[in-house]
């Protein structure tokens, strides 16, 4: 599986890597536009907040801009990142459609393809993670509805039996939202494949995962563990720029910096970390849905008849009999 989903980068890396550069590349600039135009506008409220001749307890309506300003950012960020990685999510099984088939795609297909399934995915991504927190947020509220009518009954001796019972709690959610998040692992890409809606999609992901549950697990898992050790390797010579001596010191600011010294002497830094984010997500986020879709591909492979499945879903005329089934090692 692993050295499947690196043969399909290794092919068809350029539609891949350029739908995903041209999405997280665009979020990223929206991210640093964003915050330039951010820290202009607070940037009198943070000579303010530094001053000299600010109080000891900062005023509300210097903290308030800030907060209002940075807190619209992230919930920017959550969003833009959120359609890019739905997008890039969808493109890796429309490229392995057409890699099972050994025929070629371009960027434009891929673009076009992942698009039309974007809100189906966020649709079943969102279902998923429903799925999963509704359990933890229950158990939450009951825990400190508990604790609450405790201490109103006064009974201090109460509360290590609701503390241990809590942790135990938590305890069995940990592998009861693992076993629910495997089980929905292959929505997504059953999602592109099949054309299912989210909530089809995932009764579909559960019934191939059925029997499956430790080898999807075990593969997924090595998968996901790869692409973020891989990442932070990309990301270290970054980092270690960023820590040579003297090339950004705080000391080189004044008693009393201004906004715009603060944004000349970390802007370079925020900029290479960006850039270092941005190289390590175009490989963390292709390579673990390629190994997820060659699970799907793998499975249906094993149970179910799937080269004129694959041909129809490709929008191709049926395999002719002599070229049998697709690999699976494709």
Known sequence: MLGGAFTTLGRYWKPLIGVALTLFGAATLVMILALVVAASAVATQWDALTSAHSPDAPDAAVLVPLGVAFGVLMLLGMIVFLLATAVVQAAAPVVLQEAVLGRPVTFGQVWRRAWSRVWSIIGTVFLTWLILIVPMVLLTAAFVGLIV????????????????????????????????????????????????????????????????????????????????????????????????????????????????????????????????????????????????????????????NLGPVLAQAAGAAPLPEQYGPPPSHA
């Open 149 to 304: 009518y405790t201490a109103t009954l006064g009974d201090q001796d109460g509360f290590v039996p609701l503390i241990v019972a809590g942790f135990l709690g938590g305890l069995l959610l940990g592998p009861v939202a693992t076993w629910l998040y495997v089980r929905f692992s292959l929505a997504p890409t059953v999602v592109v494949f099949e054309q299912q809606r989210p909530m089809a999609a995932l009764r579909r992901s559960t019934a191939l995962v059925r029997g499956n549950w430790w080898r999807v697990f075990g593969i997924g898992l090595l998968a996901y563990v790869m692409a973020g050790v891989i990442g932070y390797m990309i990301q270290m010579p970054f980092q270690m720029i960023g820590m040579l001596p003297g090339l950004f010191d705080p000391a080189d600011l004044g008693a009393e910096p201004s906004g715009g010294e603060v944004l000349a002497l970390f802007g370079g830094l925020m900029l290479m970390s960006f850039v270092s984010q941005l190289i390590s997500q175009l490989f963390t986020s292709v390579f673990p849905p390629l190994v997820v879709g060659l699970l799907y591909v793998d499975l249906r492979m094993r149970t179910e």
